[in-house]
DNA sequence: AAGGTCTCCTGAGGGC
DNA sequence: TGCCCTCAGGAGACCT
């Protein structure tokens, strides 16, 4: 489950019911999962077997369990990964973790495609080590708008490359980079360099205004890969103005929106509202 | 240094 | 029914 609104339906459903439990016992199923693990699946389960989870917290798209030693569960949904807490016993196909809970409920990762994972880590500054290279997201109340314009004026990148920057602002995916310009009605191959400050600051109101409907809604769900961890799904799919909308109406303007190849997957714009740039200036 | 392309996986859906 | 193709909410490693 991707992108920042699904990853906070997550972290709130952690919150709700792991915060406070213990993890009596804890099974890695596939190796793939712990692979960032340094030491692997034993290392993983000595650090974890016995702790308390304090607190779950976000950065972006990665999600930690704040444990009672003072380190931390990091997790990353990767493209299918699913945080599930249950007490029917039930074993998905692809369970890859599993967490027995001292309550008897079991807390478990769920990954059809294994490109997501876990590990345990050392926090600095309230962060995990391996995340303290991603920026703030832009539902931070301390992201600082105007280091976001100064850093992407220090560079020349097209506008979407730049909010999938996860280095420069984390959260952003395929789904809302294209809502948010959609919204701002900006092509994006548009220059990071020669935006103006105002369309820099439009553009953010729009990523951040899009996310809020999402995360209100539950995320954004096509299928039952997205879920929160009561295994629901969210319905923000049918507020999508630009994303999976090929050859549908622009609601804007009317004209077909249309379907690009980029960066190895898809882009979806308004020929009409989001046009080209003649030049990269 | 920006921007292509491929890779890691599994499964769904379309065309024939 | 099967087979082959393309596609998928991520992201790191190469190459030019």
Not at 47 to 65: H, I, P, Q, S, Y
Not at 256 to 267: H, K, Q, W
């Amino acid at each position: 489950m991707p992108e920042l609104p699904e990853v906070e339906v997550v972290r709130r459903g952690l919150t709700e019911h792991v915060v406070g439990r213990r993890i009596v016992d804890v099974a890695v199923l596939h190796p793939r999962a712990v692979r960032r693990q340094a030491g692997g699946a034993d290392e993983f389960t000595a650090r974890v077997r016995g702790r308390v989870v304090t607190a779950v917290e976000r950065r972006g798209k990665f999600l930690w369990l704040m444990l009672d030693s003072d380190e931390a569960v990091v997790c990353h949904l990767g493209m299918s990964g699913q945080m599930l807490v249950r007490s029917d016993g039930q074993v998905p196909t692809h369970l890859r973790i599993a967490f027995d809970l001292l309550d008897g409920q079991t807390l478990q990762f769920v990954d059809q495609r294994t490109f997501g994972g876990l590990f345990v880590t050392e926090i600095e500054d309230g962060v995990p080590l391996e995340v303290l290279h991603i920026a703030r997201d832009p539902l931070d109340p301390r992201f600082d708008d105007a280091e976001f314009l100064a850093r992407l004026r220090r560079k020349e990148v097209g506008i979407k490359r730049a909010l999938l920057d996860q280095t420069l602002i984390s959260g952003v995916g395929n789904i809302y980079a294209d809502e948010a310009l959609w919204r701002t009605s900006l092509h994006y191959a548009r220059n990071s360099r020669a935006l103006r400050r105002a369309e820099v600051e439009t553009l953010l109101a729009n990523v951040r205004a899009v996310m809020t409907e999402a995360l209100a809604q539950g995320g954004t769900s096509f299928d039952a890969l997205y879920v929160n961890v009561n295994g629901q799904s969210g319905y923000f799919s049918r507020s999508l103005d630009a994303y999976g909308r090929e050859g549908q109406p622009c609601r804007r303007c009317g004209t077909a929106v249309v379907r690009e190849p980029f960066m190895n997957r898809s882009s979806f714009r308004c020929p009409q509202c989001q046009r080209k740039p003649r030049v990269s200036r």
